[in-house]
């Protein structure tokens, strides 16, 4: 009777195609809208990300993002280095400053300095030259993404350079008036602030800072082999004070600050709310008027013997299978969008959490349409048959 | 109150063999208080087993009604009425459903075939129910719709169909299960009348073949003659039942004046 109940629905094309795009636009922007929200979201904490190696982030514990400046006391590293378990700890710089390029126009930065020994903290990627360089003399790497853009050169210097509008492997920039020489680039996922980012190393980075008494940013630390890193971050908390971060708590410390402070969600939510009330309006009110039109052939299945069983099964697999063809439709659709907008600036990134949810949404409308269709069926006299 | 079949008016051969149908002083109302509907005003009557009964009678006389109670698809409010032995009120809706599918074959008016389905698969339909594969029930549906003349046709959908088709369709999936007794609403009211006139042989041919009992509602006194026996409804009883058209309304009836 599965069988039957579809061709019943499929065989009826415009409401059957009503229905289906009804879903099929509920989960495209319910995954559209959430895939952008995600990918926002994962850009915020995209310098914990681009990092690599450490197994903790130690931090001053009034810390609320990764962005925020709350430098702690050099002696911190050391106290840490202390702690049983941890097998190295390296310090990392963290500070907004005054950025002057070659042609003269200035902007600020954010500048990261990693440690000056092993440069454990460097990004993964390096495109142009290699970590090492970082040795160089006032050797800084900056973002590939910036060099034709937000460190691009204007015209006339261009012009002076033959022509060459992107910043390059020897310019020299200025870093709070120190000389700083670009020795390569890196590449890293876009981030959800606005300031190129260059990396050198600890020690050059807080001369590039005005001076402070605190120049500790982060203490990133790697656990001994076998160390459970949840006991780990609550003995450095007890040894020292700070706070103490895996990957992922550092990311969910910056996500929801972003969450709780910008209003992101309530804007992201509303559009994914309307997705889901589009879906429950459309699809429903279709799916409604197709059992409406077929009550007379659910009401001669009834007086044939259908039980009420087998009728909420039929109604089931209608919307089972409409459901599960507009997700899949929806999903195709957002993911398409986001695979030919991968090359721009678009915040795009699909999770299988997210997939998850959205088939969880479109099976909550598709309850709601059929129970909408259930109960006029459930409720029917099967004696309708007999009245014309 | 109506009374029970007089004994004159049965069909010997029928009323040798068992009930089909018994109701007792059957009271069925529509509404409540001022607007009460009495459409069932205490029926006795009994169908036979091999016997086609036709009932008749002025439009809101109470035939549509009483052959839905006779089919369990409408409580009554008072009185008995077994199919088979079987009383409906003493049966849980689900046991109600299970036996309508077992036992009763339905031809409805207005066919009630499913549009989007052959008409093998609309004949299968009683079949399912009844647990069969769908393999083994198309088989089945598709030897039952060459009796009735449309074995070349079993791929096609009902749209595709005459009106005397269609009907044949629906005699098709209400004999096809076998049950033992087949109601049928008006079946030939949207029929001219030669196919009617064939519809309702190919259903006293076919159907009444098994000891079947048939229990027909009809305007149409053209088709009267197929009856064993002739009820006559008005105004919620029965007042009269005969073997024949000419005890009903005497000699000189023709066929397509008034029932």
Same mark, same amino acid.
């Given at each position: 009777?599965?069988?039957?109940?579809?061709?019943?629905?499929?065989?009826?094309?415009?409401?059957?195609?009503?229905?289906?795009?009804?879903?099929?636009?509920?989960? +495209?922007?319910?995954?559209?809208?959430? !895939? %952008?929200?995600? /990918?926002?979201?994962?850009?915020?904490? $995209? =310098?914990?990300? &681009?990092?690599?190696?450490?197994?903790?982030?130690?931090?001053?514990?009034?810390?609320?993002?990764?962005?925020?400046?709350?430098?702690?006391?050099?002696?911190?590293?050391?106290?840490?280095?202390?702690?049983?378990?941890?097998?190295?700890?390296?310090?990392?710089?963290?500070?907004?400053?005054?950025?002057?390029?070659?042609?003269?126009?200035?902007?600020?930065?954010?500048?990261?300095?990693?440690?000056?020994?092993?440069?454990?903290?460097?990004?993964?990627?390096?495109?142009?030259?290699?970590?090492?360089?970082?040795?160089?003399?006032?050797?800084?790497?900056?973002?590939?993404?910036?060099?034709?853009?937000?460190?691009?050169?204007?015209?006339?210097?261009?012009?002076?350079?033959?022509?060459?509008?992107?910043?390059?492997?020897?310019?020299? +920039?200025?870093?709070?008036?120190?000389? !700083? %020489?670009?020795? /390569?680039?890196?590449?890293?996922?876009? $981030? =959800?602030?606005? &300031?190129?980012?260059?990396?050198?190393?600890?020690?050059?980075?807080?001369?590039?800072?005005?001076?402070?008494?605190?120049?500790?940013?982060?203490?990133?630390?790697?656990?001994?082999?076998?160390?459970?890193?949840?006991?780990?971050?609550?003995?450095?908390?007890?040894?020292?004070?700070?706070?103490?971060?895996?990957?992922?708590?550092?990311?969910?410390?910056?996500?929801?600050?972003?969450?709780?402070?910008?209003?992101?969600?309530?804007?992201?939510?509303?559009?994914?709310?309307?997705?889901?009330?589009?879906?429950?309006?459309?699809?429903?009110?279709?799916?409604?008027?197709?059992?409406?039109?077929?009550?007379?052939?659910?009401?001669?299945?009834?007086?044939?013997?259908?039980?009420?069983?087998?009728?909420?099964?039929?109604?089931?697999?209608?919307?089972?299978?409409?459901?599960?063809?507009?997700?899949?439709?929806?999903?195709?659709?957002?993911?398409? =969008?986001?695979?030919?907008?991968?090359?721009?600036?678009?915040?795009?990134?699909?999770?299988?959490?997210?997939?998850?949810?959205?088939?969880?949404?479109?099976?909550?409308?598709?309850?709601?349409?059929?129970?909408?269709?259930?109960?006029?069926?459930?409720?029917?006299?099967?004696?309708?048959?007999?009245?014309? | 109150?109506?009374?029970?079949?007089?004994?004159?008016?049965?069909?010997?051969?029928?009323?040798?063999?068992?009930?089909?149908?018994?109701?007792?002083?059957?009271?069925?109302?529509?509404?409540?208080?001022?607007?009460?509907?009495?459409?069932?005003?205490?029926?006795?009557?009994?169908?036979?087993?091999?016997?086609?009964?036709?009932?008749?009678?002025?439009?809101?006389?109470?035939?549509?009604?009483?052959?839905?109670?006779?089919?369990?698809?409408?409580?009554?409010?008072?009185?008995?009425?077994?199919?088979?032995?079987?009383?409906?009120?003493?049966?849980?809706?689900?046991?109600?459903?299970?036996?309508?599918?077992?036992?009763?074959?339905?031809?409805?008016?207005?066919?009630?075939?499913?549009?989007?389905?052959?008409?093998?698969?609309?004949?299968?339909?009683?079949?399912?129910?009844?647990?069969?594969?769908?393999?083994?029930?198309?088989?089945?549906?598709?030897?039952?719709?060459?009796?009735?003349?449309?074995?070349?046709?079993?791929?096609?959908?009902?749209?595709?169909?005459?009106?005397?088709?269609?009907?044949?369709?629906?005699?098709?999936?209400?004999?096809?299960?076998?049950?033992?007794?087949?109601?049928?609403?008006?079946?030939?009211?949207?029929?001219?009348?030669?196919?009617?006139?064939?519809?309702?042989?190919?259903?006293?041919?076919?159907?009444?073949?098994?000891?079947?009992?048939?229990?027909?509602?009809?305007?149409?006194?053209?088709?009267?003659?197929?009856?064993?026996?002739?009820?006559?409804?008005?105004?919620?009883?029965?007042?009269?039942?005969?073997?024949?058209?000419?005890?009903?309304?005497?000699?000189?009836?023709?066929?397509?004046?008034?029932?």
């Amino acid at each position: 009777m599965i069988r039957y109940a579809l061709k019943m629905l499929m065989g009826d094309r415009a409401r059957y195609l009503g229905i289906l795009v009804g879903v099929a636009f509920a989960s +495209l922007l319910i995954t559209q809208q959430g !895939a %952008v929200f995600v /990918g926002l979201m994962e850009r915020t904490y $995209s =310098f914990v990300s &681009d990092t690599p190696a450490p197994d903790l982030w130690v931090v001053d514990p009034d810390l609320e993002h990764h962005a925020d400046s709350k430098p702690m006391l050099k002696q911190e590293l050391y106290r840490v280095r202390g702690v049983e378990g941890v097998a190295w700890a390296v310090p990392m710089f963290k500070s907004f400053t005054k950025l002057r390029l070659p042609d003269g126009r200035r902007r600020g930065c954010i500048v990261v300095g990693v440690d000056d020994e092993t440069l454990i903290g460097a990004p993964a990627s390096i495109s142009g030259g290699s970590a090492a360089d970082l040795r160089l003399a006032d050797a800084v790497l900056v973002d590939e993404a910036d060099v034709g853009g937000k460190l691009g050169l204007t015209a006339h210097v261009a012009e002076a350079l033959g022509g060459r509008a992107k910043l390059a492997v020897g310019d020299v +920039l200025e870093l709070n008036d120190h000389r !700083a %020489v670009v020795a /390569g680039t890196f590449k890293i996922q876009p $981030s =959800f602030f606005w &300031d190129p980012v260059i990396y050198t190393t600890f020690t050059r980075a807080v001369s590039y800072s005005p001076s402070e008494r605190k120049e500790l940013s982060f203490i990133l630390v790697k656990a001994t082999p076998g160390t459970d890193l949840g006991v780990l971050a609550e003995r450095i908390r007890g040894a020292t004070g700070l706070k103490a971060y895996t990957e992922q708590g550092f990311k969910r410390l910056t996500a929801m600050y972003i969450l709780e402070k910008t209003g992101i969600l309530i804007n992201f939510g509303i559009a994914v709310a309307l997705g889901f009330i589009v879906g429950v309006v459309v699809a429903g009110q279709t799916f409604y008027n197709f059992t409406m039109e077929n009550l007379r052939y659910f009401g001669a299945l009834k007086a044939l013997g259908t039980s009420n069983r087998q009728l909420v099964r039929m109604v089931l697999a209608q919307a089972g299978v409409v459901g599960l063809l507009g997700y899949g439709l929806g999903v195709g659709a957002a993911a398409l =969008f986001g695979a030919l907008l991968g090359g721009t600036a678009l915040a795009f990134s699909l999770p299988w959490q997210l997939l998850a949810i959205c088939g969880g949404a479109i099976i909550v409308i598709c309850l709601i349409a059929a129970a909408l269709s259930m109960r006029r069926v459930l409720v029917l006299e099967p004696g309708i048959v007999f009245r014309g | 109150m109506s009374t029970a079949a007089p004994a004159h008016s049965m069909n010997p051969a029928a009323s040798a063999r068992g009930l089909a149908v018994r109701c007792r002083n059957v009271v069925k109302n529509y509404g409540t208080g001022q607007s009460v509907v009495r459409a069932l005003r205490g029926i006795d009557l009994d169908v036979y087993e091999g016997e086609l009964l036709m009932l008749v009678g002025p439009s809101g006389c109470g035939k549509t009604t009483l052959i839905s109670v006779i089919a369990g698809v409408l409580d009554r409010d008072e009185g008995e009425c077994s199919v088979f032995g079987r009383d409906y009120a003493q049966m849980t809706s689900a046991q109600r459903t299970r036996f309508r599918g077992e036992t009763i074959g339905f031809v409805f008016q207005s066919y009630n075939l499913i549009p989007t389905l052959t008409i093998a698969e609309n004949v299968s339909v009683p079949l399912l129910l009844n647990g069969l594969n769908r393999h083994e029930a198309l088989r089945r549906a598709n030897d039952m719709l060459a009796k009735v003349g449309l074995g070349e046709r079993v791929k096609d959908t009902p749209l595709r169909l005459s009106g005397g088709q269609q009907q044949r369709v629906a005699i098709a999936r209400a004999l096809v299960h076998e049950p033992r007794l087949i109601v049928c609403d008006e079946p030939t009211s949207a029929l001219d009348h030669e196919t009617g006139h064939r519809v309702v042989e190919l259903l006293k041919s076919v159907a009444m073949s098994g000891n079947r009992s048939l229990v027909i509602v009809t305007h149409d006194n053209r088709i009267f003659d197929f009856a064993d026996r002739i009820a006559h409804m008005d105004d919620g009883q029965v007042d009269k039942i005969v073997g024949s058209a000419k005890e009903l309304y005497g000699p000189n009836m023709q066929p397509g004046s008034p029932a």
